[in-house]
C-alpha cells in the first residue's frame, strides 16, 4: 500500500477532515507520533515512509501541506522537493537530523516554507503546521486593491502577479506576500522578525535565516542586478526596506 489515511476521531466523534496534511517519515515511531499529534488538531493525515511512495501518492492528490523528512529511502526529501518546486508551490516542511545552518538554509532556499531539527515538540510541529498553512489560506484582503506601480515593476494583489518589463515572474506564496507587505509600506524598515511575524505567523518557532533566504531569491528574480538591488534594500543591521 503506497500510503496510510487516518480518520479524525475527537471525544468519539468523526470530524470534518478539510486541511490534508502528508507525512513523509521512514522512521516508524516519528511517523506515528507527528501523525497523532495532526489528527487531534484536527487535520487529515496521509504518510507515506519512503520517496517513490510519496510521489505515487502526489501523482493523484494534493495535500494542504507536506511535512517531509530529508534522509528518505527511494527518492529522497531534497529531490522530492526539486520537483514539487518545479511544477507546484504546495507548503512544505522540511524534517531533518541535521543541525548546520549549511543545511537549513539550502533547504529553504529549494523552496522549504520551514525546516524543524530533529528531535523536535511534536507540539511545536503542529504549531509551524497551522502558521504555514494560516498564511496560504488566509491573505491578506486584496478586494479592491489596484496594481502596485514602480517604473518595471508592477504588484497585482488581484491576480497575484507580479511583472518586471512585462514578463511574469513565478514567484512561491512567501515570495509574493513578503514583496507585497514592503511595497505596500514604501520605505518603511521592517526586522527580520516583524517580517516573520506578518508572513509565517510564528517567529519564535521559525529559524530567522528564512527571511534572509526568501529576501535573496526575490532578489533574483525581480532585481536587474541582484547583488546591488534597486527595490529591496537592506539596512544594515536593522532589517529591509522597499525603495519605491
Avoid at 500510503?3 to 516519528?30: C, F, P, R, W
Avoid at 504518510?47 to 511535512?67: C, F, H, M, N, W
Avoid at 514604501?186 to 517580517?195: G, K, T
Wanted: glycine fraction near 4%; charge should be negative; charged fraction near 30%.
Amino acid at each position: 500500500m503506497a500510503y496510510t489515511k487516518y480518520a479524525i476521531v475527537e471525544h468519539g466523534q468523526v470530524q470534518k477532515m478539510n486541511e490534508k496534511i502528508l507525512v513523509v517519515e521512514d522512521e516508524h515511531s516519528i511517523q506515528e507520533i507527528v501523525c497523532l499529534y495532526l489528527r487531534r488538531a484536527g487535520f487529515e493525515v496521509v504518510s507515506a515512509s519512503d520517496g517513490r511512495k510519496a510521489l505515487e501518492y502526489l501523482q493523484e492528490e494534493t495535500p494542504q501541506l507536506i511535512v517531509l523528512d530529508l534522509m528518505l529511502p527511494e527518492v529522497d526529501g531534497w529531490e522530492i522537493t526539486r520537483q514539487l518546486r518545479s511544477s507546484g508551490d504546495i507548503p512544505i516542511i522540511m524534517l531533518t537530523a541535521r543541525r548546520e545552518e549549511s543545511d537549513r538554509i539550502a533547504g529553504l532556499e529549494m523552496g522549504a516554507d520551514d525546516y524543524v531539527v530533529k528531535p523536535f515538540s511534536p507540539q511545536e510541529l503542529v504549531s509551524r503546521v497551522r502558521a504555514v498553512l494560516r498564511r496560504v489560506h488566509s491573505p491578506e484582503e486584496n478586494t479592491g486593491e489596484i496594481p502596485l506601480v514602480f517604473d518595471e515593476l508592477v504588484i497585482d494583489p488581484r491576480t497575484r502577479t507580479v511583472k518586471v518589463r512585462d514578463l511574469v515572474k513565478d514567484l512561491t506564496t512567501k515570495e509574493y506576500e513578503l514583496l507585497f507587505l514592503l511595497a505596500r509600506y514604501p520605505r518603511q524598515v521592517f526586522s527580520r522578525d516583524q517580517l516573520l511575524d506578518h508572513i509565517w505567523g510564528l517567529a519564535e518557532y521559525i529559524d530567522p535565516s528564512t527571511v534572509t533566504v526568501h529576501i535573496r531569491r526575490l532578489r533574483e528574480k525581480i532585481e536587474r542586478e541582484p547583488s546591488n538591488p534597486r527595490f529591496i534594500v537592506t539596512v544594515w543591521g536593522v532589517g529591509y526596506r522597499f525603495e519605491p
